[in-house]
């Protein structure tokens, strides 16, 4: 059985840096892409950050370029690196991992990120 779990969460100043893990079990996970997602209430997830399984190829969404910085140790850990943080960066936090041709997605139980101005 796969197991996702994310940590890292906590309360920050605006301005300030948080340092988010995810680790992931029960296979073997070298050709999935693993991303990290967030949410609000009310709203949909949206992608923060994309890491290609092949080539380490990343992508991030507009609103965190050059602040938020994506980074895999080994297959099973995922970290996401959170510079300059903003009161817009408050949300919940998923990792994800994704196998492209299998179509499969497994999903963290998510870690709470607040941004206090």
């Known amino acids: 059985q796969v197991h996702v779990v994310e940590s890292g969460g906590g309360v920050v100043d605006a301005g300030g840096s948080l340092r988010l893990s995810c680790v992931v079990s029960g296979g073997s996970f070298s050709s999935y892409d693993k991303g990290w997602f967030r949410q609000t209430p009310g709203k949909e997830r949206e992608l923060v950050a994309n890491?290609?399984?092949?080539?380490?190829?990343t992508v991030y969404s507009d609103s965190v370029k050059d602040r938020f910085y994506i980074s895999k140790i080994g297959d099973k850990e995922v970290i996401l690196e959170m510079t300059k943080l903003k009161p817009e960066d408050t949300a919940t936090y998923y990792c994800n991992i994704h196998h492209s041709l299998w179509e499969e997605d497994y999903w963290g139980q998510g870690t709470q990120v607040t941004v206090s101005t």
């Open positions: 890491m290609k399984w092949s080539d380490d190829t």
